[in-house]
């Protein structure tokens, strides 16, 4: 009874206070009748019924706006939700709106398109159809001709890849080097973990290897090695990639890397190289990402980072 007295409570009030008034001015007495005690219950009624109705009026709006936060709360929840805007097809549109909405000025909002485009066409990982979660390197450089300045570069690459589709995925991988002696080998393999089990590691073959050797100066060949997987989608494939090649440090004196893709959780790299060779680092990309150690007896560095590196970042290694 209760429940439902508050439930409606504000017509209830509505429909007294007009009962109120009607009373009010049928017990008003007539200009030819003179009665203190009508005319003071009259007005008594009347201030009665004014305030029950003020109340009634107040206490509608009153609901009225507290619906309308409560229906704003409610919608503002259905529309910034993942699962409403993972089904909108135009993301992008409400993702600038949104970045818009935060800048304040005109310069601001003129910076914040540009820096959208350029966060929207080169960083930001849209519908790309396989990232990687780690990636781990080891470098290994050895003198292979120290007169002619010549060393030997070993790269062994390990780096778990996540198909975020599901259709199939093309993985083409190139390595490339002015080098005319070099080794290159990748190994992929498919995690496949059944309930209940451990996960287990299947080989799969590439589809395609090719290396191509392109004269583009005197004593300099590119040396181009491709490898092509054919793969499902939605899985999880753990690589290992090695290279070996000789670099004259008197024609090129960099070795680098740059990510092509999103990698998610971090890299880290190990170099070792010999103590009288000089060796510098350089990060390359917009975000310095990278922690970087030279080893106290001098011939080891140490690069890590946990943070996302997006595309276009990486590092440098400068033989001086």
């Not at 519908?127 to 060393?151: C, F, M, P, S």
């Not at 059944?194 to 080989?203: D, F, R």
């Not at 890299?267 to 917009?286: A, E, R």
Request: glycine share 4%; with cysteine; aromatic share 10%.
């Amino acid at each position: 009874m209760r429940n439902l007295i508050q439930k409606h409570l504000i017509p209830i009030l509505t429909v007294v206070s007009l009962l109120l008034m009607i009373g009010s001015m049928l017990l008003k007495p007539d200009n030819h009748i003179e009665s203190p005690l009508l005319s003071n219950l009259s007005n008594f009624l009347m201030i009665i019924a004014t305030a029950m109705l003020s109340g009634g009026i107040f206490a509608a709006v009153l609901k009225s706006l507290q619906f309308n936060k409560v229906f704003q709360e409610a919608l503002e929840d259905i529309v910034y939700s993942k699962k409403f805007l993972s089904t909108n097809s135009d993301k992008k549109k409400k993702w600038d709106s949104v970045s818009h909405a935060m800048a304040e000025s005109n310069v601001e909002k003129t910076l914040c398109e540009r820096i959208l485009s350029t966060i929207f066409n080169n960083y930001f990982p849209y519908g790309a159809d396989y990232y990687y979660t780690k990636l781990n390197q080891n470098i290994k450089i050895t003198w292979y001709n120290k007169k002619e300045k010549i060393v030997n570069i070993e790269v062994f690459t390990t780096m778990t890849i996540n198909g975020s589709k599901n259709s199939p995925i093309e993985l083409q991988w190139s390595n490339s080097n002015y080098s005319n002696e070099t080794s290159y080998s990748t190994e992929l393999y498919e995690v496949i973990k059944e309930k209940g089990e451990q996960s287990k590691s299947v080989k799969v073959n590439s589809t395609k290897e090719d290396i191509t050797k392109q004269p583009v100066a005197a004593n300099r060949v590119l040396t181009k090695a491709t490898t092509t997987f054919e793969l499902k989608g939605k899985n999880v494939y753990k690589v290992e990639r090695k290279s070996t090649f000789n670099q004259c440090l008197l024609v090129d004196r960099y070795f680098g890397f740059t990510a092509t893709r999103t990698i998610t959780d971090g890299m880290t790299v190990i170099v070792n190289y010999p103590s009288d060779l000089n060796v510098q680092f350089l990060s390359c990309g917009t975000f310095d990402v990278f922690n970087h150690q030279f080893g106290s007896d001098k011939g080891s560095l140490s690069l890590t980072t946990d943070q996302v590196i997006l595309q276009k970042q990486g590092f440098v290694l400068v033989f001086v």
